[in-house]
């Protein structure tokens, strides 16, 4: 069948990685929606890196790296959580200092043992290419969990991004359904990390779902959007890296990048000004809000 | 009573029940009393203006009301029961709109969202939501934007959206914060109409707003300046002697026609400031 598909046919390997590359985009197109509409970003991206002592110690302990990623993710949303309620500091700083603290956390874990030299180049980048039939399994039914959860929390978590207020004057309590966000989005990354790593889970949760707020003007499509260019970006990206022999969750996650700029150069030709415009008339109005 | 042809079988012990009931009210967060020892009713088929500067005490005290805070003392009953406990029965509108500008999400989503409240989680939006959320856009007039997205609009016609879903809501108790900010003339009118109809249809109403000449047209003002300036009918309340109480400075009081009419000078950061307000209808 030629160069495009038969890698995956003549290698087991090959087809597991892509199966796990699409079961990844599928659970991070979902959770990177709400990531992306909630502004949630820089949470994201501490919760991918906060997992990294969990799986270390988990690894020492001779325990399955995806429980002690559960438990990082854990202690990283509860510390968020204590040091936004217990002080008037923003959330970006508490969550940059528990960042901060979990990675170097799990770098002196990791400096402790000396068996962790090939692991740590596993956790960070990850291993898609030798992902078992178990992790395939485990992978999948996390993507159904976060498709169920999201879809029956759907309305509140739609409310939530609209404005947090109005989800609560609407009988749905924003901090628990935030809460129940967050744990969503630590699902995602935990089970994902075994394939993207723990560094480039990030961009699969941001990149496609960014892409897709860029096209689409309903909430659903632009889920749908992020499904399929994660999808299209771990055929590319697995491709990429069997041809040219690169790393292969670092090649899938520079693919989807590539899109979101490819398209954001492409819907910024098309509507130059509108979209800046309209902003800067929100914040003026905004502005003049406040100062009445 | 139309309040009976609507109000579901098994809520009409709540249906004489005060919108809003506060007695000795103190309002703001634990140690930082903002406003203490509010006491007002707000029956159905009313209207209350919450007046005053920013700072006030009036977004604290609408917070307050649709149950974001809760009361620091005193108590407080919407329909009987605390704050927030009936999401059905009340609609609010923001001052600002957090996440409305990036959202990638129609006008039409946006105001399907007022009937989430009946809905729940997984409920179906039968052909009366349909009816509602149509009839809310166009009281609102934005019917023929359902299909536009929401951050390709005007702030203007973004605040009509944000009415139209508090419409579509078809609350008992409607609470809106600066309502008539960024509406052009045309938006104005309709917002005035519609809700002068949910007025009538037996809704409460509570708004704050900087309009002097709209908190007339209110069955009662309230005035506010971290303390109850005065509470009562527009015509004993917007008098010049408290309105200079409540703003700091009144310069003049023309009283043009029938309408009240009123200068008010704040002071603001950079000096005083001059606001002039007069009647919608003028």
Redesign the interface.
Known sequence: MGPLIDPFLDNGFMLRALLAGLLVSVACAVAGTFVVLRGLACLGDALAHGVLPGIAAAILLGLPGILGAAVGAVVMIGGVALVTRRTRLSSDTAIGLLFVAMLALGVVIVSASDAFKGDLVAILFGEILGTTPEQLLLMAVAAVAVIVVAAIAARPFLLLSFDPEQADVSGFPSRRYHALMLLLVALTIVVAFEAVGTLLVFGMLLAPAATGALVAHRIGLMMAVAVAIGALSTYVGLLVSYWFDLAASASIVLVAVAIFFVVLSVTSLREPRPTRAAEHETVGAEAAGRHR | MRLDERSPAGSGSARDEAAVAASRLDIGHPGDVVVSGIDLVVPPRSSLALVGT?GSGKSTLIRTV???IPPVGGSIEVFGAPP?RR??R???V?????????????VL??VR?AR??H????GRMSSTDHDLVRWAMEAMGVADLGRA?L?????GQ?QRVHLAQALARRADLIVLD?PT??LDAGGRERYLEAFAGELHRGAAIVTAT?DIGEAAEYDQVLLLARRVVALGGGDAVLTPDRLLETFGVVIHDTHEEHAGRFTVAER?RGGPQT?ETRRPDG
């Open positions: 920013n649709i149950g974001l927030g999401p059905t009340v609609a609010y923001a001052q600002s709109h957090a996440g409305a500008h990036v959202l990638p999400i129609r989503d946006v969202m989430f409240a809905l729940g989680l997984l997205a951050r390709s609009l005007s702030g973004r600066e900010a960024g900087h603001g606001i």
